[in-house]
């Protein structure tokens, strides 16, 4: 498909949603009020939009490979940043995603470059629940119990962020959520790994984790 295709495929786009709602470009311009901020995977497969059925303008949206939430990512802290000082999000969902490419590379450890040093961190996570790891049945369901250890993961390193943390401070209401999509089915999974306060960071994080290893015992 060429760059042409991709401009009709817009131009038909566009026409539709104007034919469903005339003014819906004109109230985009003026501002962008969406109560969510989704932190996803970049994999092509896991369109945050279309998953959870919201239009432009209704989600913000961070993206980087394994989803990852890292204290020394600017970029992805901007965005956290915006969206909870600016946006006034309600609700912060990190959306991992079965056989994710970067999990699995970081589970075998497959010599991929530069690429290594971005998910070292999910290497770690890897050795520190081997055991966990090494009792699936297959290849496959190791690399979907890491890719929900790393959502869970996730969403306490951000919750520990000195950003959601001052917004709890100031008492504002704000929700970080764990979800893995799955490519076979198209479903949105929730892991139980929701916190909405400081005193629920730790409890919390662990009740999800200690679900989710009494799930395959």
Known sequence: MGLEELF???RKWADNVRAEDPHFFESLVHQQAPRYLWIGCSDSRVPANEIIGLKPG????HRNVANLVMHTDFNCLSVVQYAVEVLHVEDILITGHYGCGGVQAA???RDMGLIDN???SVSVLAKKHRAFLEAAPSVTDQLDRLCELNVIEQVRILCENALIRHAWLRGQRLSVHGCIYGLRDGRLHDLGATISSLDE???HSERA???LIERFE
């Open 8 to 10: 009709e495929n817009n």
């Open 58 to 61: 209704e989600v913000f949206v």
């Open 107 to 109: 589970l075998v450890q």
């Open 118 to 120: 971005w998910l070292h």
């Open 201 to 203: 960071i730790e409890p």
């Open 209 to 211: 984790l200690h679900a």
